[in-house]
């Protein structure tokens, strides 16, 4: 059984994560949305959500939100992360792994780069 304060200090790490999912000033922020329906799961969607969460925690991006999505519809590009910045083209970013994630939080979301190599390749 956990002690009191190992409970309190879980308490805290979600609350820290909700407030990054569920930041209400959605016109002013960039959103970063990761396709967690069972085929982005299953191709490692949730380390890559976790990944985003952390990074958006550790930098004290207060104007970004990290939000789950069902299925974005191109299952076999999975894991796949759309970033949305108010007053640009959403941007959608396939076959994110944790080290992609952050760098897309490192490039794009901060500096404003998209990162190109991971993008759709046609």
């Known amino acids: 059984m956990k002690s009191i304060a190992d409970i309190k200090a879980i308490r ?3 609350q820290s994560e909700i407030i990054l999912r569920d930041n209400s000033d959605s016109e002013a922020e960039t959103r970063v949305v990761v396709g967690m329906a069972t085929c982005g799961i299953s191709a490692g969607a949730r380390p ?6 952390d990074e958006v925690a550790t930098r004290g991006l207060k104007n970004v939100k990290v939000t789950r999505s069902g299925c974005l519809g191109m299952c076999k590009l999975e894991p796949i992360v759309e ?3 108010p007053g640009q083209e959403k941007v959608t970013y396939v076959e994110v792994n944790p080290e992609k994630a952050k760098q897309i ?7 404003g780069n998209v990162c190109q ?4 390749k046609e």
């Open 12 to 14: 805290d790490k979600m």
């Open 48 to 53: 890559v959500y976790n990944t985003l969460l």
């Open 83 to 85: 970033v949305f910045v």
């Open 105 to 111: 939080i490192a490039s794009h979301v901060v500096n």
């Open 117 to 120: 190599d991971y993008l759709i």
